[in-house]
């Protein structure tokens, strides 16, 4: 038998409280540190740095103490030769998620890791470190850049046409579902209704997304 991990994470920002309450429901082992405390690395096995990309490496450099343990990062961009990337298919708010959507997250790890994250029956696959740039440019474009595309919908909705947001809500719904099909795409680009689209970039006129919707269509006609 292997022997039993036991877990430190570093960082108690979004993806690290989402994680630790996964790892409360497997009953792996697993402490925190967070700024300003004693690093206590008694026991430990495995460090978890769930910090801003940014701060990963330095970190490690500047704690010598966790130099001869197991280290693991969460960064869908990050290669570094100092810690294991094991990425998180899966956006983490500050609101936690039910048990079954936690089951569910496939993890990216990078191709040299010797090992996934032991007492993790999570789906993972390997990747290339030289192809960990373009995943998560796209993972950036396709969840970040459409939540801020279905926020800005949301408050333009509310705030200037006086329309709830539950309006929106099934069409969200919609969308999502069709997206796991094929032919996901519908409305003027698919139509090529010229005059919808010249009049819709003129209802943006003085918005920042007119210039988002006018790449879109640039992105569209290229692809
Ligand atoms: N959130 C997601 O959806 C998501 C998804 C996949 C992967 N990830 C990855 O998960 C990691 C953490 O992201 P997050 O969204 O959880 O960030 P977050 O909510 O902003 O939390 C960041 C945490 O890092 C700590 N921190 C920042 N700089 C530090 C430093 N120099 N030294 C020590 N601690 C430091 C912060 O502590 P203070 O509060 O004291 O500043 C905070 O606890 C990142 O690598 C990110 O790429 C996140």
């Known amino acids: 038998m292997g022997q039993v991990p036991v877990y430190l994470f570093i960082g108690n920002g979004r993806l690290s409280r989402h994680l630790q309450f996964y790892f409360q429901q497997l009953n792996l082992q ?11 690395t008694k026991d430990v096995t495995h460090v978890l740095l769930a910090i801003n990309d940014d701060a990963i490496v330095p970190f490690i450099l ?28 899966m956006t983490f708010t500050h609101d936690l998620y039910t048990p079954e959507v936690y089951r569910e997250i496939h993890f990216v790890l990078d191709q040299d890791a010797p090992e996934f994250l032991p007492g993790l029956p999570n789906p993972h696959h390997r990747l290339a470190t030289d192809l ?12 970040n850049f459409t939540a801020m595309l279905w926020s800005h919908f949301f408050q333009v909705m509310e705030k200037q046409l006086g329309l709830p ?13 069709n997206l796991q099909g094929q032919n996901p795409l519908t409305g003027p680009l698919v139509r090529k209704d010229q005059q919808t689209i010249d009049r819709n970039l003129k209802a943006l006129e003085g918005d920042p997304y007119q210039n988002v919707y006018t790449s879109f269509v640039e992105a569209y006609q290229k692809s």
Request: proline share 6%; aromatic share 10%; charged share 20%.
């Open 165 to 177: 947001k539950e309006a929106a809500l099934p069409y969200l719904k919609q969308v999502t579902t």
């Open 62 to 89: 500047e704690h010598p103490e966790i130099a001869h343990l197991k280290k693991f990062h969460f960064s869908g961009s990050l290669s570094t030769e100092l810690a294991w990337g094991a990425h998180p298919l």
């Open 30 to 40: 697993h402490k925190v540190w967070t700024r300003n405390t004693p690093l206590d």
């Open 132 to 143: 960990k740039a373009r995943y998560h440019a796209e993972c950036v474009l396709s969840g």
